[in-house]
């Protein structure tokens, strides 16, 4: 195995989505420390795991910025096919349930796209050296947060209310019928406090926004 500083081994890192850009900054800050080796990059997770050599250190970025449901998958595919890779990822915005949820899947760390180069070189050697590595988040936000309360399945018709969609189109792409739509609105309606749809969705992109905004002051001020 290649040897960097004395009593530290070569750490293969890979990527899975990000940009050109990302990908390419990231091999310019890991060759400079002569200690981390871009390996791999690739869209799927699967073809990342299977360059990993099994035993040696390696650490997985999910960059691909997939829904927070999606990411908790891949951390846990990428975890069941080698159970010594260590995973983190890059998020667009440090929002609390976002951190959370990571932390539960069996994540090592985060980090946000608005972090500086020498934060996730930090971040990564930490993991290298065995220590998980989250920023801060305020974690009671989510207390009260009332769209902490909605199922998974609600959230995703929540969603598709943003989007404009109808309770017809939203029954078709969900692969529910029209009457369970309108069950799930009654409990959204319910535990968001409001009386109808468009309300909702105001309420709904006003979180939105408060999360991106109190994102932007955690990456700053941490």
């Known amino acids: ?5 004395p009593g530290y081994a070569m750490v293969d ?3 899975v989505g990000g940009s050109a850009w990302f990908v390419g900054a990231l091999r310019s800050v890991l060759a400079a420390t002569q200690r981390f080796s871009l390996s791999a990059t690739t869209a799927n997770v699967l073809g990342v795991l299977a360059e990993i050599r099994t035993g040696d250190p390696c650490i997985v970025i999910i960059a691909c910025g997939a829904s927070a449901d999606d990411v908790q998958m891949l951390i846990r ?3 069941r096919r080698n159970r010594d890779v260590r995973v983190v990822v890059k998020f ?3 929002r ?3 951190v959370r949820d990571a932390m539960q899947a069996g994540a090592w760390g985060c980090f946000s796209t608005d972090d500086s180069p020498e934060t996730v070189l930090n971040m990564l050697t930490s993991v290298a050296e065995g220590r998980t590595s989250f920023p ?3 974690f009671s936000l989510l207390r009260d947060d009332p769209f902490e309360q909605l199922t998974r399945r609600e959230r995703e018709v929540l969603d598709a209310l943003s989007q404009g969609w109808s309770n017809t189109q939203i029954s ?3 692969g529910i019928s029209e009457n369970t739509v309108k069950y799930h609105l009654k409990l959204i309606y319910g535990k968001l406090g409001v009386a109808n749809r468009s309300t909702a969705i105001s309420h709904y992109m006003q979180r939105a926004i408060a999360w991106n905004h109190f994102a932007a002051i955690s990456v700053h001020d941490t």
């Open 1 to 5: 195995m290649q040897r960097t500083e």
């Open 13 to 15: 890192v890979a990527v």
């Open 77 to 79: 595919r990428c975890r």
């Open 92 to 94: 667009h915005a440090l």
């Open 96 to 98: 609390p349930n976002l």
């Open 136 to 138: 801060f988040v305020d």
């Open 172 to 174: 078709s792409r969900l």
